[in-house]
Structure formats: structure tokens, C-alpha cells
């Protein structure tokens, strides 16, 4: 899709998101497989799902589990999955909003309460907005339709400053409010217009 040049910077950055919504949908399922592949290519984030698999896997018998040998193919990582695929599907189709803010802050709360370390939640949006990277790139160098007109660097430049807004959001639960200039974190309702 083909993005009007006459936007503002936010509403040009959030139209190219949403433009996006064509090509990545398909690969949503297959974005979200890569991401926790590399989640569970290393021992210190797998290490979180092991952590919660009494929690969430009821139903199986993990007596014999052990970190090495957790897979997959697990309940929980089935729910997960489905989880970060809606959050993927919200961002490129939903309005940036105060619904969508409340989304991304829901990110960083909900993942503070079970005690999941802000690094792991950065690499978590590092493996997302790689995937995603990935995505576009593959379509921008295939010869599917519009793919010749498609704005690889205007997109890419777009995800980037959404995920390093969801950083943030996720980051404001882990600070000290004082640290933060001493009034506490940014109000929602103008957080759109000082970053985007």
C-alpha cells in the first residue's frame, strides 16, 4: 500500500504500521514461531516459562521436566503464543488510541507482576522487531504486487519507534517514579505527540 506523503510525521509513521497489516498477517503465525525459537534458544529466557510451567501447564505431567528438556509444546507457551500474535495483530490494525496505549502499557505491568526481568522483556521486543524486519524486507524483495512501490525505510523507521514506545511503557513499570525527573511517568493522553 501506497502512503500519503501530505501526513504529519506520527500520522504518516502509524498509516505506514498500519499499511503493513496485509503483509504481515499472513506471516503472523510463523513471525511469532521465530520469535520463540529464540526465546527458547537460550537458557536465561526459556528459563522464564520453566519457571511458570506449575502455573500454566495444568493438565500435564511436567515431574520429568527439567529446562533442557522443556519444549514447546507446552499449554502455556501455546497461550503465549496466541498472546503476542494479538499483540502483533492490535499493532498493525487497531488505532493509536487510548485503547492502544492501555495495550502497551498492559505489557509491562502484567509481565512485572509475574517477575519477568525488564532485560528479558527488551529482548523479547528486539526478536520481535527482528521478525518483523524480516518480514517486510522478504516482501519488499519478492515480486508480489506493490512490492516495488512499497516503503521498506519509511515501514521499518515506523516499527522501530512503536517498539522502542512499547519499551518504554514496559520500562516505566520497572523505574522508580522519582528517577523519572521527579514526576513520576509520562501521562498517557500526550504520549503520542512527544514521541511519535
Same mark, same amino acid.
Given at each position: 500500500?501506497?502512503?500519503?506523503?501530505?501526513?504529519?510525521?506520527?500520522?504518516?509513521?502509524?498509516?505506514?504500521?498500519?499499511?503493513?497489516?496485509?503483509?504481515?498477517?499472513?506471516?503472523?503465525?510463523?513471525?511469532?514461531?521465530?520469535?520463540?525459537?529464540?526465546?527458547?534458544?537460550?537458557?536465561?529466557?526459556?528459563?522464564?516459562?520453566?519457571?511458570?510451567?506449575?502455573?500454566?501447564?495444568?493438565?500435564?505431567?511436567?515431574?520429568?521436566?527439567?529446562?533442557?528438556?522443556?519444549?514447546? &509444546?507446552?499449554?502455556?507457551?501455546?497461550?503465549?503464543?496466541?498472546?503476542?500474535?494479538?499483540?502483533?495483530?492490535?499493532?498493525?490494525?487497531?488505532?493509536?488510541?487510548? &485503547?492502544?496505549?492501555?495495550?502497551?502499557?498492559?505489557?509491562?505491568?502484567?509481565?512485572?507482576?509475574?517477575?519477568?526481568?525488564?532485560?528479558?522483556?527488551?529482548?523479547?521486543?528486539?526478536?520481535? !522487531?527482528?521478525?518483523?524486519?524480516?518480514?517486510?524486507?522478504?516482501?519488499? &524483495?519478492?515480486?508480489?504486487?506493490?512490492?516495488?512501490?512499497?516503503?521498506?525505510?519509511?515501514?521499518?523507521?515506523?516499527?522501530?519507534?512503536?517498539?522502542?514506545? !512499547? &519499551? !518504554?511503557?514496559?520500562?516505566?513499570?520497572?523505574?522508580?517514579?522519582?528517577?523519572?525527573?521527579?514526576?513520576?511517568?509520562?501521562?498517557?493522553?500526550?504520549?503520542?505527540?512527544?514521541?511519535?
Amino acid at each position: 500500500a501506497v502512503v500519503s506523503t501530505q501526513s504529519t510525521g506520527g500520522e504518516k509513521d502509524i498509516a505506514l504500521v498500519h499499511a503493513s497489516a496485509g503483509i504481515l498477517a499472513p506471516r503472523l503465525t510463523d513471525m511469532v514461531d521465530a520469535v520463540y525459537d529464540k526465546l527458547f534458544s537460550f537458557d536465561c529466557t526459556k528459563r522464564i516459562f520453566f519457571g511458570e510451567k506449575e502455573k500454566h501447564d495444568s493438565g500435564v505431567d511436567n515431574s520429568s521436566s527439567t529446562l533442557e528438556n522443556y519444549d514447546q &509444546n507446552k499449554p502455556q507457551i501455546g497461550m503465549r503464543k496466541g498472546a503476542l500474535k494479538l499483540y502483533l495483530t492490535r499493532l498493525v490494525t487497531k488505532p493509536y488510541d487510548g &485503547n492502544m496505549l492501555n495495550v502497551l502499557d498492559r505489557m509491562g505491568s502484567m509481565h512485572r507482576v509475574i517477575k519477568v526481568e525488564l532485560i528479558h522483556l527488551q529482548i523479547l521486543l528486539i526478536f520481535v !522487531q527482528d521478525a518483523v524486519i524480516a518480514e517486510l524486507y522478504s516482501y519488499k &524483495n519478492s515480486n508480489q504486487p506493490g512490492a516495488a512501490e512499497f516503503d521498506i525505510e519509511g515501514t521499518v523507521r515506523a516499527f522501530g519507534k512503536v517498539i522502542g514506545i !512499547q &519499551n !518504554q511503557f514496559i520500562s516505566k513499570w520497572y523505574e522508580d517514579p522519582v528517577s523519572q525527573c521527579g514526576h513520576g511517568p509520562p501521562a498517557k493522553s500526550s504520549y503520542w505527540c512527544s514521541i511519535l
